[in-house]
């Protein structure tokens, strides 16, 4: 088994503080997508150290599935998944990312991360 897994949790760590810096700037699109992206390298951590297997995808939900994720950590990606492709493209809405998410979106993103990580770490990882 590699330690590969380690260093995904290392770079999800990294995006969250990424996700935490874009708040304080009021970048709260870049914080959206940071805390996104912080998730989906944390349930990938999960798998890699589980299952021994990447799975290439930014969708959070098939992610949670292949994680076992308990029901209320599958409502906060479903959440989540949908903010991936609006943070990043802004397709969904007619506006630019930047004007679409605010500080109330960032700071619920954000927290949402961060209960993500809280649970991934007690996984036993």
Do not use: C
Request: aromatic share 8%; glycine share 2%.
């Amino acid at each position: 088994m590699s330690n590969e897994y380690l260093n995904w949790i290392k770079q999800a760590e990294a995006d969250l503080k990424t996700s935490e810096n874009s708040l304080n700037s009021k970048d709260f699109y870049a914080s959206v997508f940071w805390s996104q992206q912080a998730v989906e390298k944390y349930l990938k951590s999960k798998i890699l150290k589980e299952k021994d297997e990447l799975i290439k995808t930014h969708d959070l939900v098939l992610l949670g599935k292949r994680s076992n994720a308990p029901e209320d950590i599958m409502l906060t990606l479903k959440k989540l998944s949908l903010n991936y492709v609006e943070s990043r493209y802004g397709i969904l809405v007619d506006k630019i990312p930047a004007e679409v998410f605010g500080k109330k979106e960032a700071i619920e993103s954000l927290k949402s991360a961060k209960e993500i990580e809280i649970w991934i770490k007690t996984q036993k990882l």
